[in-house]
């Protein structure tokens, strides 16, 4: 796993559209973080169904996207109802706590 000691990490608390890509992710960070450190920062997204998570790294002309999709599991992250500052710590811990997803018997 990647570790981010010296980043600043926002995590986005709102619904992601998964199939945004690196640019429409970027403005959305532009536009939703103004005062952000945008060249040493990281934006973490997750989806509806907590089973993706995206990243990206802004690291001065750069842009890194960072992608994990787990197929019986999801993540747990805090729920807010703004965007939130977390510590490298924290994000690892939140990409390392899982839980398994409940599966019901359908009937036929």
């Known amino acids: 796993m990647v570790v981010f000691p010296e980043k600043a990490i926002y995590l986005y608390n709102r619904e992601v559209d998964f199939r945004k890509g690196i ?21 973490i ?24 999709r787990l197929e019986d599991r999801r993540f747990i992250f805090p729920k807010a109802d703004k965007d939130i500052r ?3 710590s ?15 018997n359908r009937s036929k």
Not at 59 to 66: A, D, F, G, R, T
Not at 90 to 104: D, F, G, N
């Open 86 to 88: 977390i510590t490298a």
């Open 23 to 43: 640019t429409s992710l970027t403005n959305l960070i532009y536009t939703s973080f103004p005062q952000a450190d945008h060249k040493n920062s990281l934006f």
């Open 90 to 104: 924290q994000l690892s811990l939140i990409l390392q706590t899982v839980e398994p997803l409940k599966r019901t």
């Open 45 to 68: 997204f997750f989806s509806r169904n907590a089973r993706q998570v995206k990243i990206i790294e802004i690291e001065n002309k750069n842009i890194w996207l960072y992608q994990n």
